[in-house]
């Protein structure tokens, strides 16, 4: 049972989603790819954060 058709197949083979499509754990899938983009949102928020702390004590 598919549950969905995205992210559309690409003509060099396909996409690492195919696996969790053809596992029927697309749910699995879309929870991974939440967390790492959550992942990326913490890091650039820690980087951010130490650039304005650099700044702000080289004055």
């Known amino acids: 049972m598919k549950l969905s058709h995205w992210p559309p197949e690409r003509s060099h083979g ?3 989603w195919q696996f969790f499509v053809a ?3 697309l749910v ?3 929870v ?3 967390a790492h ?3 990326v949102v913490a890091h650039l928020a820690v980087m ?3 650039t304005r702390l ?3 004590s080289s004055h």
């Open 37 to 39: 983009w959550l992942f």
């Open 54 to 56: 650099a700044a702000s």
């Open 48 to 50: 951010a954060g130490s």
């Open 23 to 25: 596992a029927d754990v």
């Open 14 to 16: 396909g996409t690492p």
């Open 32 to 34: 991974t790819t939440a």
């Open 28 to 30: 699995v899938g879309y």
